[in-house]
């Protein structure tokens, strides 16, 4: 699956942004899917993830309550809302996909996902 993440920009404390990630293939319903972000100078952190039938979702503590994250099967899109938007959010966000079926036990890690969006930037300023 091949994956194009963007919605990314530059934005004021509090303020919304959506971010999308576009798959191809007619696989996508069975991917779990999730979004990280790397800040420069900092290790890729999880921000939320949900299961293939968007049940599911999860979320990091430092996002919980800000970020939804959802996902169309039909479109092949998985979205992040985020909202009330703060300094420290800002980083490049990825999409990714994973097709482990230990999932629900390993969203977290970067090593669960198996593909990777490109990344789009977003940058909050105070």
């Known amino acids: 699956v091949q994956l194009q993440a963007s919605g990314g920009g530059s934005v004021q404390a509090g303020d919304s942004l959506r971010l999308s990630c576009a798959a191809s293939?007619?696989?996508?319903?069975?991917?779990?899917m999730g979004w990280f972000r790397q800040a420069p100078g900092k290790e890729r952190e999880f921000v939320a993830g949900?299961?293939?039938?968007?049940?599911?979702?999860n979320y990091a503590d430092s996002v919980k309550g800000r970020f939804t994250i959802s996902r169309d099967n039909i479109g092949n899109t998985v979205y992040l809302q985020m909202n009330s938007l703060k300094s420290e959010d800002t980083a490049v966000y990825y999409c990714?996909?994973?097709?482990?079926?230990?999932?629900?036990?390993?969203?977290?890690?970067?090593?669960?996902?198996?593909?990777w969006g490109q990344g789009t930037q977003v940058t909050v300023s105070s």
């Open positions: 990714a996909a994973a097709a482990a079926v230990n999932y629900m036990s390993n969203y977290r890690y970067t090593e669960t996902y198996a593909y």
């Open positions: 949900i299961s293939r039938s968007g049940v599911t979702p």
């Open positions: 293939g007619r696989t996508f319903s069975s991917y779990h």
